[in-house]
């Protein structure tokens, strides 16, 4: 979903919704819409309330979507459906810490509200053109709910709830059960790794959200078009890094190589996993399960790779290194879970923040890079592009890492 048109994006943010209000049922089955104040949780109406808002913030309430990137934040916009949306939902503004202080309206209105913005926006959608910088907005509110889609996941996942993600990657192939696909069928012990040239490589993209505000007389051609990819601020410009040859593993660590570093070391235990005489069990939505030692190794911190690593004598490879394996590696396992990098989360040379101005800059200098997708990152938000970002002790995430030889 980084090439979009209205057909497409009306088609999606429909089918999100629909996955969005299907997690959220977890919470109203077992009657946990009070959760305990946690880090990485958030008060389930409160999640729901955010979603909606945030559409109708930068979508029906925003006067100068049309305007795409060239937006000024400093404009009035319309008032929201719910005179204290912005006091309530505004996660810039409303700490963590506080949500659960909130009187919230309740759910039913909670979800009639969702339902009005998401109206609002298909019907504001309807009508714009398909060149139209406004595009970026819905592009934007899309990939915002998928980012809350898979935290749905890893909030049921930390509350032992049970739950069922409609969108999942490969839902036969979770962490826990039998898998289907071949390459995570047999545990192998050879430790299979693809060598990588020294070279100047681009990370980043070439492709600008920018080209939408290009009044040019080709601007509107379907050759420009086709160039005019929707990215994230952090994803631009392109940056030349000079790659080292290295060697670098094709698959995330998995299970196997882990627990063995585990039994070696005495190092910690991941969350979700016990021992069971010889051998182990994962926890997945509140129920104990046999692990598939063969699946990619999960919710596991930065620390955790770096021991794992140190133990090991290799190292975790760098956000570029990841990035030139990923695109130029042909069997470059990816998408099982999100990876570690070396690299702390930094912008590129010549940054530039998009409206959105929460989104990547608050976060530079504090948290580290995780590439790739886990197997609950919903369709429209995977890309190899794409740059993740949590601070280094965060394990409830669906985290792990691949190695490269020292």
């Known amino acids: 979903m980084r090439q979009v048109n209205i ?128 595009l970026y907005f819905y592009w934007l509110v ?88 929707f990215c994230f601020d952090n994803e631009l410009t392109e940056k030349t890094c000079s790659i080292q040859d290295f060697e670098i593993s094709l698959r995330p660590v998995n299970w196997a190589q882990y627990l063995d570093f585990v039994n070696s070391t005495g190092h910690r235990i991941p969350n979700y996993i016990r021992q069971t005489g010889t051998d182990f069990e994962t926890e997945v939505f509140g129920s104990w399960l046999p692990l598939n030692k063969a699946a990619p190794a999960v919710h596991l911190s930065w620390a955790d790779a770096q021991a794992y690593c140190a133990w090991a004598k290799c190292r975790l490879p760098s956000e570029a290194e990841w990035d030139c394996a990923a695109q130029t590696i042909t069997n470059f396992e990816w998408g099982r879970v999100w990876e570690w990098t070396q690299d702390t989360f930094a912008p590129y040379e010549g940054f530039v923040t998009h409206p959105y101005t929460e989104y990547s800059a608050p976060w530079f200098g504090t948290h580290k890079v995780l590439r790739g997708a886990s197997h609950f990152t919903h369709s429209v938000l995977r890309h190899v592009n794409y740059r993740n970002f949590f601070t280094p002790e965060r394990d409830d995430i669906y985290s792990g890492f691949r190695t490269c030889l020292l």
């Not at 729901?48 to 979507?65: S, T, V």
């Not at 912005?86 to 759910?107: I, N, Q, Y």
């Not at 890893?154 to 071949?182: C, H, I």
């Open 7 to 134: 057909q497409s994006l009306s088609k999606a943010l429909q089918e999100l919704r629909g996955h969005t209000l299907n997690s959220f049922e977890c919470y109203l089955s077992a009657d946990k819409l009070t959760v305990p104040f946690k880090t990485g949780l958030n008060p389930p109406v409160w999640e729901l309330g955010h979603i909606a808002w945030f559409q109708e913030f930068w979508i029906a309430r925003n006067l100068q979507r049309s305007r795409g990137l060239a937006c000024d934040l400093s404009h009035p916009r319309k008032a929201s459906l719910l005179t204290e949306a912005d006091v309530w939902f505004d996660s810039a503004k409303r700490a963590h810490s506080t949500r659960w202080e909130l009187k919230l309206l309740t759910l039913q209105k909670c979800l009639a509200y969702a339902a009005q913005t998401l109206a609002q926006t298909l019907e504001l959608l309807h009508h714009e053109t398909e060149h139209s910088p406004a």
């Open 142 to 229: 899309l990939q915002h709910e998928a980012m809350h889609l898979e935290a749905s996941a890893y909030m049921a996942q930390s509350l032992g709830l049970p739950f069922k993600s409609l969108w999942q990657q490969d839902t036969a192939n979770a962490e826990n059960v039998q898998v289907s696909r071949p390459q995570f069928q047999e545990q192998s012990a050879e430790y299979r790794t693809a060598r990588v040239p020294s070279q100047a490589w681009q990370l980043g993209s070439k492709h600008t959200n920018f080209d939408l505000n290009d009044k040019s007389k080709d601007a509107s051609s379907n050759a420009a078009m086709e160039e005019r990819l």
